[in-house]
C-alpha cells in the first residue's frame, strides 16, 4: 500500500558506511545487525533533529528470564557427537559478492556468513541466514558441508529480523535440519553454535549452554544511537564469532532452537553470545518464502518518546499535564494512512493503547509486534493540547 516507512530502519548501504552515534541513556550497549520479534510492525519514521533539542541516552539491557523449571534435556558424549555431526551437513557457508567498480559486472567476495537448510520446495532448498549477511550482494553463492562452491538466488529479506531465505538447487542437499521449540528450552541445557567464523572455518562447533531463554536487548536498528526496538534473543555461552551469523543453534538433540547473529563485539565481553529464537523467526520464514518479504500491521505514523523531548517543549508546545511523563508524540502522520482517517495530528501524545498504558515508542512496536495483525482495531488513548482523547483505527498492511 505504499506506506511503509519504520523510520527507514536500514540503510542498504549500512555495512559500508561508518555513522556517527549519539549517546543513549543509561550504561548499556545496543548490539547492531540483528533484530529479533514476531510478525507485526507500526510505521514509525524519526523526526528531524531540528524539530526538538535532544539528548538522547543510552538504553538498559533488561536481565528477563522468563524460564520455566522443567527437565533438562542430557545425552552421553557419544550421543552428543553424533548428533553435531548430523547437524554440520545442513549448516553452510554464506559467500556475499559485490562489485567494487560500479562500471564493472566483475563482483569480488565481499563477505560472508552462514546458513541453515531448512526446508525443501520442488527441485529447491530454502537456506535460513540473516539479512546482513545478504546485504548489498549483487551475487550469492552458498558453499555445502563438503566444499561444493553452488549458485544461490536471494529469495526475500526482513530487516527488522534480520533474516534472510537463499534457495539453491535441491539436488546438492542431503541432509535438512528439524527445527525445535525455543519456548520449551531451559537455561542450562546445552547449546551448540554451528557455523564458518571468519569466513573461513567452515563448520566450527562451539559448545555451551543456554544462559538466557528470552532476553531482551535494545536495538538501534536505524544507526542513530537511539534505541527502536527491544529483541529477544538466546543468549548462550557457545562462542559466536564473525561469519556465525545465520548459522545454526541446536539443542542437544540436534534440533535448530535459533538462528545464531551478533555478538556483542567488546573487549571486557566474553560468553555471551544471541540467536534468533526460532520460534520467532519461523513465521517470518514462511512469509519470506513466500512473499520475498514480512508483512506488517501500521498505523501510518512517525514517532519520538515522550523521555527524548525536552521539558520546555513538553510544557511549551504539547502543553502535557505535569503527571504525564511517559508516552510517545507523533512526529507526522502520513496521508491517506489509518491514522491520517481517524484524525491524529502532529504532536498527539500517544499515551495507551488498547487501554495499556504506553511508555515508549519500543512500547507500541512490542505491542503491535506482538498482539496485532492487520485489519485489527486499535484503540488509541492521546493528548492534543493538553486534553485527552480516544479514537479507533483499522491497522493496514505495511505493503
Request: proline share 4%; glycine share 10%.
Amino acid at each position: 500500500m505504499g506506506y511503509y516507512d519504520e523510520t527507514d530502519l536500514y540503510d542498504d548501504n549500512q555495512n559500508n558506511h561508518k555513522r556517527q552515534k549519539r549517546g543513549r541513556r543509561g550504561g548499556s550497549h545496543l548490539v547492531t545487525g540483528f533484530l529479533g520479534a514476531v510478525v507485526g510492525a507500526v510505521t514509525i519514521s524519526l523526526v528531524s533533529p531540528d524539530m526538538f533539542n535532544l539528548n538522547n541516552n543510552q538504553a538498559n539491557v533488561s536481565n528477563d528470564n522468563n524460564t520455566v523449571p522443567t527437565q533438562v534435556i542430557n545425552v552421553s558424549r557419544e550421543d552428543l557427537t553424533t548428533t553435531i555431526q548430523n547437524a554440520r551437513k545442513f549448516v553452510v557457508g554464506v559467500n556475499n559478492y559485490q562489485s567494487s567498480n560500479p562500471f564493472s559486472m566483475e563482483t569480488e567476495e565481499a563477505g560472508s556468513g552462514s546458513g541453515v537448510v531448512y526446508k525443501k520446495v520442488g527441485n529447491k532448498a530454502l537456506v535460513a541466514t540473516n539479512n546482513h549477511v545478504v546485504a548489498g550482494a549483487k551475487q550469492l553463492k552458498v558453499k555445502m558441508a563438503d566444499g561444493q562452491l553452488i549458485d544461490a538466488k536471494l529469495v526475500g529479506t526482513d530487516e527488522l529480523l534480520d533474516l534472510a531465505v537463499v534457495a539453491i538447487d535441491a539436488k546438492y542437499v542431503t541432509n535438512i535440519a528439524k527445527l525445535g521449540d525455543s519456548e520449551k528450552i531451559n537455561v542450562g541445557e546445552t547449546a551448540i553454535a554451528i557455523g564458518n567464523p571468519l569466513g573461513f572455518l567452515e563448520s566450527t562447533v562451539t559448545e555451551g549452554i543456554v544462559s538466557s531463554k528470552a532476553r531482551e536487548i535494545p536495538q538501534d536498528i536505524d544507526g542513530d544511537g537511539v534505541a527502536d526496538y527491544q529483541t529477544q534473543v538466546i543468549q548462550t555461552d557457545a562462542a559466536i564469532n564473525p561469519g556465525n551469523s545465520g548459522g545454526a543453534l541446536i539443542n542437544a538433540k540436534g534440533e535448530v532452537i535459533g538462528i545464531n547473529s551478533s555478538k556483542i563485539a567488546e573487549q571486557a565481553v566474553e560468553g555471551i553470545g544471541f540467536a534468533i529464537p526460532i520460534n520467532i523467526a519461523k513465521p517470518a520464514l514462511d512469509q519470506i518464502e513466500k512473499f520475498g518479504e514480512v508483512t506488517r500491521p501500521v498505523m501510518g505514523v512517525g514517532l519520538k518518546s515522550l523521555e527524548e523531548i525536552p521539558q520546555f517543549n513538553i510544557e511549551e508546545t504539547l502543553k502535557l499535564p505535569n503527571s504525564v511523563t511517559k508516552g510517545a508524540v507523533i512526529t507526522h502522520v502520513d496521508p491517506s494512512t489509518p491514522a491520517a482517517k481517524v484524525g491524529l495530528k502532529q504532536l498527539d501524545v500517544i499515551v495507551a493503547l488498547d487501554d495499556k498504558p504506553v511508555t515508549d515508542v519500543i512500547t507500541i512496536r512490542e505491542y503491535l509486534y506482538s498482539h496485532k495483525k492487520v485489519g485489527d482495531k486499535l484503540k488509541i488513548t492521546f493528548y492534543r493540547n493538553g486534553k485527552l482523547n480516544n479514537t479507533t483505527l483499522t491497522l493496514a498492511s505495511s505493503q
